[in-house]
C-alpha cells in the first residue's frame, strides 16, 4: 500500500521568507503526485500535480515542486511567502496502475506566516 | 461554476443512531469519491464511482457504510449504528479525469 510522509506538522515562516514544505512518498513506480491547499472552513484546492511530464511542477499562487524520483520526493516551495498562504498544505499521491483514482494523502502541514 | 457540494455541513448524532451525507457533484463530472478525515490525518479513501460501472468499495472501514449513486449525479454515504469513532470529517470529490479531483467543504460528523 502506498504511504505519504509530510515532515512537519506545522511549519512556520515570515512573511517574505522561502516556504518548503516536504514530502515523502513509498512507490517504486512514479504516479500521479498532488499538493492540494486547504483554507479554514473550506474544502480541498488543488495547488499543483505532477502527471509524468516536466519534474519541475509550477501551480497556482507562485507555488512549485519538484519530482525526485531517486529520492521518491516532491517537495512544495514559494520563494516568498505571503500573509495568505496560511493554510494546510496537504500531499497526495495516486495508487499505480489500474487504480490511480486512489489517492493516499499524507496527515498535512499547517503553514503559519508570520508578519 | 458551481462546484461539488455538500450536506449538511455539520451533523451531531448519538451513538447507535443512522446518518446520511449527501454530495452533489460538478454537473458532467463522471467519477465520485468519499474520503475520510479524521483529527489530524489525512484523508481516507472509502469509495470511488464511475458512471454505470460497479463502484470500487475497498475502502469502506466495515459493513455499517455504504454509498449510492444514481447515474452521473448526488450521492449519499449513509453510516448504520454509528459508532463514535465514525467521528470526522467527510468529503465528496468529483472528477472528469482521474488526474484533477474536486473537493466538496465536507460535512463534519460528531458522534455523541
Known amino acids: 500500500a502506498q504511504s505519504v510522509t509530510q515532515l512537519g506538522s506545522h511549519v512556520s515562516v515570515s512573511e517574505g521568507a522561502l516556504v518548503l514544505l516536504r514530502c515523502n512518498y513509498s512507490s517504486s513506480v512514479p504516479p500521479y503526485l498532488f499538493w492540494y491547499v486547504q483554507y479554514p472552513n473550506q474544502g480541498l484546492q488543488l495547488l499543483l500535480k505532477y502527471t509524468s511530464a516536466a519534474t519541475l511542477v509550477k501551480g497556482i499562487n507562485g507555488f512549485e515542486a519538484e519530482f525526485k524520483k531517486s529520492e521518491t520526493s516532491f517537495h512544495l516551495t514559494k520563494p516568498s511567502a505571503h500573509m495568505s498562504d496560511a493554510a494546510e498544505y496537504f500531499c497526495?499521491?495516486?495508487?499505480?496502475?489500474?487504480?490511480?483514482?486512489?489517492?493516499?494523502f499524507g496527515k498535512g502541514t499547517l503553514l503559519t506566516v508570520n508578519p | 461554476g458551481a462546484g461539488v457540494s455538500q450536506s449538511p455541513s455539520n451533523k451531531v448524532t448519538e451513538k447507535g443512531k443512522d446518518v446520511e451525507l449527501r454530495c452533489d457533484p460538478i454537473s458532467g463530472h463522471t467519477a465520485l469519491y468519499w474520503y475520510r478525515q479524521r483529527l489530524g490525518q489525512g484523508l481516507e479513501f472509502l469509495i470511488y464511482?464511475?458512471?454505470?460501472?460497479?463502484?470500487?468499495k475497498s475502502g469502506l472501514p466495515s459493513d455499517r457504510f455504504s454509498a449510492e449513486r444514481t447515474g452521473e449525479s448526488v450521492s449519499t454515504l449513509t453510516i448504520q449504528r454509528t459508532q463514535q469513532e465514525d467521528s470526522a470529517v467527510y468529503l465528496c470529490?468529483?472528477?472528469?479525469?482521474?488526474?484533477?479531483?474536486?473537493f466538496g467543504p465536507g460535512t463534519r460528523l460528531t458522534v455523541l
Open positions: 464511482f464511475q458512471g454505470n460501472s460497479a463502484p470500487d
Open positions: 497526495a499521491v495516486s495508487d499505480p496502475g489500474g487504480s490511480n483514482y486512489k489517492l493516499t
Open positions: 470529490a468529483s472528477s472528469l479525469w482521474v488526474d484533477t479531483q474536486y
